[in-house]
T-cell receptor, first 108, second 115 residues
């Protein structure tokens, strides 16, 4: 079952912050975050495991709330290179189900 | 590290012909590889899970006789689209899971256009 992502899209100016949410109706073991640029394959950002700590990648960090079955991705002091579509993937028996994606546009 | 290659990056074929797409993990062993399809402005849809040395597991609605998957070694999986039709035109992406880790890494994708 696909996780639900929100918002669908966000437009930022350089330096602004944003939060992308990912929630599931099923208990989560892990949440995977990817960024995809137009015409390219998704690039792995980070994975959050059940019972694990908050992760970070440059100025992008994420949290995982097991009880609420949701994860949030935080874009801090956004840069132009952060533009793209962000997908969360939830794992079930090694297989990932991806949300519909959140398109982030960062403008100068 | 964790590089996955895919070949070809794009292919145009005539309706009724077959196309083979290769997916390789270059610097790690991947017991499991996955094949996805992505239509424009949509999410990634898992087609099948490929396990080295055994038959692939297909998701509901995916025709196993049309999308043939072979996982010949710990670093190579192939997807063959048989008797391709225009509706099979899509972006096909593979991913590989490191046998010793949780992460999945994606290949660069193959854009298939069937005319």
């Amino acid at each position: 079952q696909q996780p639900v992502q929100s918002p669908q899209a966000v437009i930022l100016r350089e330096g602004e912050d944003a939060v992308i949410n990912c929630s599931s109706s099923k208990a989560l073991y892990s949440v995977h975050w990817y960024r995809q640029k137009h015409g390219e394959a998704p690039v792995f950002l980070m994975i959050l495991l059940k019972g694990g700590e908050q992760k970070g990648h440059e100025k992008i960090s994420a949290s995982f709330n097991e009880k609420k079955q949701q994860s949030s991705l935080y874009l801090t002091a956004s840069q132009l290179s952060y533009s793209g579509t962000y997908f969360c993937g939830t794992e079930d028996d090694y297989k990932l189900s991806f949300g519909a994606g959140t398109t982030v546009t960062v403008r100068a | 590290g964790a590089v996955v290659s895919q070949h070809p990056s794009w292919v145009i074929c005539k309706s009724g012909t077959s196309v083979k797409i290769e997916c390789r993990s270059l610097d790690f062993q991947a017991t499991t590889m996955f094949w996805y399809r992505q239509f424009p402005k949509q999410s990634l849809m898992l087609m099948a899970t490929s396990n080295e040395g055994s038959k692939a597991t297909y998701e509901q609605g995916v025709e196993k006789d049309k999308f043939l998957i072979n996982h010949a070694s710990l670093t190579l999986s192939t997807l063959t689209v048989t008797s391709a039709h225009p509706e099979d035109s899509s972006f096909y992406i593979c991913s590989a899971r490191d046998s010793n880790a949780y992460e999945q890494y994606f290949g660069p994708g193959t854009r298939l256009t069937v005319t």
